[in-house]
């Protein structure tokens, strides 16, 4: 979830924009509504009218949740049992407040939805319809918050921050993947939930949020930060000496043309002689699939980049077709923790065809496929309908990109804030990663660069391509060590 903005993270589109759930032949269905005559579905519907007040739309929305259910049967990444939906279902309506019978039926069985999706993964969810708006307008790249992608941590009952969006009020705060939330201008999260904490984050731009945070390795800290209109510029360029740096911040609707923009003008530049290109994938947080697949086709000539795969085992790739527009500079791919989902795509594809040296810290791990499927009354289901594998056959679900060149700065490696780390996260079944990081190094080792050279990882990247090879940055490192 993104503030102001439900959602950016879902893999929501394939190359002409459709849902992901559409490729796949006998997903997107009419409602059968055959499993409103089990036992399990009468004991919720007489949970249900015991609630929800006679409001002359009472069987319509009973409708509207069946519908929902229907769909969460069919379309789920994995098979789904009944029973337990149902039993979630009921355990929200009779947590709510308010008087049996008098409560609106629409707030029933948006209760009912909350708690029935709470029970899968962690990125499928009911958006009501004022999310369900949101999550549209995130992809055109502007909207009002703080720029966080966030989930909530079920078991501490706080926000996890996966990453803050470059350039954002909370990036400037100095907010950083792995973060915890724990207060809200002094309210705990702890009993909110995560609709009621997005709604006390959010507010009018140019107003303040005062959040408390708990950071690994120091004690709890506040941070006071002001709400804007983000506008996500999606690629940044810039040279550094003979290298060409590209920052991919975002992947959104107009990601390509902007990439495309960047190379385009970075390689007019008078006097170019660039021996390699970096990539910045990162705090990357992901986005849409079809942008994700057109940033690395930019980069390779031919070969599959993704395959995206159902629960019925129907699969459906995506590969490079336009040729590399580079013509084969040489690259790096920067990554780290709060690298997700398509920025995960695109650095797998290009480590699997030995495109890229992938350098940094092991990325977030977050290999599934989002479908924001509408409802046919109102709001939408976020759900999971399938995991993605690299060219190579593995997947990065629970596991993330292994960097070949793993840099730290030498501190215990924070423990939480990865895929694998939220509640219900997805088990990647079978075919798991097994891929390691060849080489592990020490940040203090590298040469700074950046804007404020204060960047000791994109240092290491400028200095192995300027070294000539992977080999000879690796002896130059080694001589760096003995000085």
């Known amino acids: 979830m993104v503030l102001f903005v439900a959602l950016s993270n879902s893999l929501a589109g394939c190359s002409n ?40 739309a009472r069987a319509q929305q009973l409708r509207h ?16 049992n009944d029973q337990n939906l149902l039993i979630a279902a009921i355990n929200g309506i009779q947590n709510m407040e308010g008087r049996p019978g008098a409560l609106p039926s629409a707030s029933v069985t948006e209760a009912a939805l909350d708690a029935m999706t709470g029970t899968l993964d962690p990125h499928s969810s009911y958006l009501n319809p004022e999310e369900f708006k949101e999550s549209r307008v995130v992809t055109s790249g502007e909207f009002g918050g703080l720029g966080i992608e966030i989930n909530m941590d079920q078991e501490l009952q706080v926000i996890r921050i996966i990453a803050p969006i470059a ?8 907010l950083k993947a792995g973060d915890l939330i724990t207060h809200v201008d002094g309210d705990p999260i702890r009993g909110m939930g995560l609709r009621d904490a997005v709604r006390r984050l959010r507010g009018k731009r140019g107003t303040d949020v005062r959040l408390s945070i708990q950071r690994a390795g120091r004690s709890t800290f506040e941070v006071s930060i002001t709400r804007a209109i983000i506008q996500i510029q999606p690629v940044k360029w810039r040279v550094e000496g003979d290298v060409g740096v590209v920052r991919v911040t975002h992947f959104i609707s ?9 190379l385009q003008e970075m390689r007019s530049r008078p006097g170019n002689q660039m021996k390699g290109l970096v990539l910045d ?9 079809n942008q994700s697949v057109a940033v690395a086709d930019a980069f390779l000539q031919q070969g599959e980049i993704v395959s995206v795969r159902n629960r019925a085992g129907d699969s459906r790739g995506f590969s490079a077709n336009r040729g590399d527009l580079t013509d084969g500079l040489p690259m790096v791919v920067l990554i780290n923790r709060g690298s997700a989902s398509a920025s995960e795509i695109v650095a ?10 992938v350098m940094g810290a092991q990325s ?12 046919d009354w109102d709001g939408a289901l976020r759900l999971t309908t399938a995991l993605y594998y690299l060219p190579s ?24 804030g990865r895929e694998s780390d939220l509640p219900n996260a997805l088990n990647a079944g079978t075919q798991g990663n097994g891929q390691q990081a060849r080489h592990h190094l020490v940040d203090k080792n590298c040469p700074a660069a950046g804007k404020d050279a204060k960047d000791k990882v994109l240092g290491c990247a400028v200095m192995l391509l300027r070294s000539g090879s992977e080999k000879n940055f690796l002896a130059l490192m080694g001589q760096q060590k003995r000085l």
């Open 17 to 56: 924009g459709r849902s992901v759930a559409r490729v796949f032949t006998g997903i997107d269905v009419g409602f059968s509504r055959t499993h409103e005559k089990s036992a399990d579905f009468q004991r919720f519907r007489d949970v249900y009218y015991q609630y929800a007040s006679d409001d002359g």
């Open 167 to 174: 350039d954002t009020p909370a990036y400037r705060a100095g």
């Open 393 to 416: 056959g593995r997947t990065i679900q629970g596991s993330g990109v292994s960097p070949d060149i793993h840099i730290t700065d030498g501190s215990p490696v924070p423990k939480g």
């Open 65 to 80: 949740f069946s519908d929902a259910f229907d769909r969460i049967r069919t379309d789920y990444v994995h098979q789904t």
């Open 281 to 289: 994938l990162r705090n990357n947080p992901g986005g849409l699939l």
């Open 254 to 262: 107009s990601s390509e043309d902007a990439l495309e923009r960047a």
């Open 364 to 375: 977030f791990g977050k290999g599934s496929v989002q479908t924001i499927a509408p409802l």
């Open 348 to 357: 797998g594809a290009l480590q699997d065809h030995r495109r890229a040296v």
